[in-house]
């Protein structure tokens, strides 16, 4: 089970086809921050099959899941984009977009059929996609004299921290610092508790 400040997202874009009784299903996967770049990225499918039925596509995204939506462009009711959205969320992927883009074939699938399809296509391109671990993060900027330079390294070492940039000065030096969101407020504490380290933003 993941800790609260760790959350996974697609290595890398995907796409795949099935067919089911004559209808083509074209899936693509696409890492995402934004809704902008959501609504982006139909755009350019919808140009790019222009002849298609349907473009039905769900997304997640915020580290902790914040935004979902499924769509399912003039499908059946909550019989293509909740599939898919499904699809997403029982590998608790975030940070992702799925859309199914469908040819009709002239059959008709029927609501379970849809689900069925839909489901299965968005799980194959997400299996194609992979997946890779992350970690939630706050960042610091912290002042640090010449001769205190080993505390901070110490407090690091301590909290699990990361050395984003350092830039030097003649009183020293300003560290940009990543420290993950569960230690984050203990690493704050302890900065502002050492008076030979200065807390300049987070």
């Not at 995907?14 to 982006?40: H, I, N, Q, W």
């Not at 859309?99 to 299996?127: C, D, S």
């Amino acid at each position: 089970m993941l800790f609260s400040d760790e959350y996974i997202v697609v290595a890398q874009p995907a796409e795949c086809s099935l067919r089911d009784r004559g209808s083509k299903f074209l899936a693509f996967a696409y890492p995402v921050m934004t809704e902008a770049e959501v609504k982006g990225i139909l755009e350019q499918l919808r140009s790019k099959f222009p002849d298609a039925s349907h473009h039905c596509y769900a997304y997640v995204i915020g580290a902790g899941s914040e935004a979902q939506r499924a769509n399912d462009d003039g499908e059946p009711a909550n019989s293509a984009g909740k599939p898919i959205l499904r699809a997403i969320v029982s590998v608790q992927l975030t940070n992702v977009l799925v859309v199914v883009v469908r040819y009709f074939g002239g059959t008709l699938l029927g609501i379970p059929g849809l689900i069925n399809a839909y489901g299965l296509a968005a799980k194959q391109v997400l299996e194609l996609a992979g997946s890779v671990q992350k970690t939630r993060e706050v960042v610091f900027m912290v002042s640090v004299a010449f001769a205190n330079e080993q505390e901070l390294h110490r407090l690091l070492s301590k909290f699990e921290g990361k050395i984003e940039s350092m830039d030097y000065n003649n009183e020293g030096l300003i560290a940009k610092i990543s420290i993950r969101n569960s230690l984050s407020n203990t690493f704050e504490a302890a900065i502002m508790n050492h008076y030979q380290l200065k807390l300049l933003s987070n």
